[in-house]
């Protein structure tokens, strides 16, 4: 995230505060309102932090407006797109983009078997099944899960509920990898 660092400077500058009185009332370092100020990347806890300070909406302190990380069309999009692909991760937005996807054309093929007979769905669940299991496995790998969580969907009721729970959870930050001396 980019800070607006013209609007800080004249949200500092309205209240006749220096850069070390800034630092001190948000709790911050002086280098860090410094390095903000020149128009630095600023971290989710110092935004916080100073729109706490100035009184006005976090948001309000970055440049432009944030946006989605993938538009939904283009998220379904990539969904089928991956979907006989089991390797790598999908984010939590792009995943429930697609399952909503997959649950239009479920309802659909319902629509459709309510006049015809039930083919349609059948068909229609049968084209889903493996994208909807690649889509899972690379969510529950995102989160940081094995992606075998998916077999608790067998046990009765209670599994679905349990798998769902499992789709929602975020993103599991990588963890740095540091140098050893040697």
Same mark, same amino acid.
């Given at each position: 995230?980019?800070?607006? &660092?013209?609007?800080? +400077? *004249?949200?500092?500058?309205?209240?006749?505060?220096?850069?070390?009185?800034?630092?001190?009332?948000?709790?911050?370092? !002086?280098?860090?309102?410094?390095?903000? =100020?020149?128009?630095?990347?600023? &971290?989710?806890?110092?935004?916080?932090?100073?729109?706490?300070?100035? *009184?006005?909406?976090?948001? &309000?302190?970055?440049?432009?407006?944030?946006?989605? &990380?993938?538009?939904?069309?283009?998220?379904?999009? *990539?969904?089928?797109?991956?979907?006989? *692909?089991? @390797?790598? @991760?999908?984010?939590?937005?792009?995943?429930?983009?697609?399952?909503?996807?997959?649950?239009?054309?479920?309802?659909?093929?319902?629509?459709?078997?309510?006049?015809?007979?039930? !083919?349609?769905?059948?068909?229609?669940? !049968?084209?889903?099944?493996?994208?909807?299991?690649?889509?899972?496995? +690379? +969510?529950? +790998?995102?989160?940081?899960?094995?992606?075998?969580?998916?077999?608790?969907?067998?046990?009765?009721?209670?599994?679905?509920?349990?798998?769902?729970?499992?789709?929602?959870?975020?993103?599991?930050?990588?963890?740095?990898? =540091?140098?050893?001396?040697?």
């Amino acid at each position: 995230m980019h800070i607006n &660092s013209a609007r800080l +400077r *004249e949200l500092r500058t309205a209240r006749q505060w220096s850069q070390e009185q800034l630092a001190n009332l948000s709790g911050l370092n !002086l280098r860090t309102i410094q390095r903000l =100020e020149s128009g630095a990347k600023i &971290s989710t806890e110092s935004l916080r932090a100073l729109a706490a300070v100035f *009184e006005v909406p976090a948001e &309000s302190l970055l440049e432009g407006k944030p946006t989605p &990380s993938q538009p939904a069309v283009e998220a379904m999009r *990539e969904g089928v797109r991956r979907g006989l *692909e089991f @390797t790598g @991760t999908t984010p939590r937005a792009d995943f429930w983009w697609f399952a909503l996807a997959v649950v239009m054309v479920l309802a659909f093929a319902q629509l459709i078997a309510e006049a015809t007979g039930p !083919l349609p769905l059948q068909i229609a669940s !049968l084209l889903v099944l493996v994208p909807w299991l690649a889509a899972c496995t +690379r +969510r529950l +790998r995102d989160a940081g899960l094995s992606p075998w969580w998916q077999l608790i969907s067998l046990a009765p009721v209670g599994g679905i509920l349990v798998l769902l729970y499992l789709l929602t959870y975020p993103t599991k930050a990588t963890e740095p990898t =540091e140098a050893t001396p040697g």
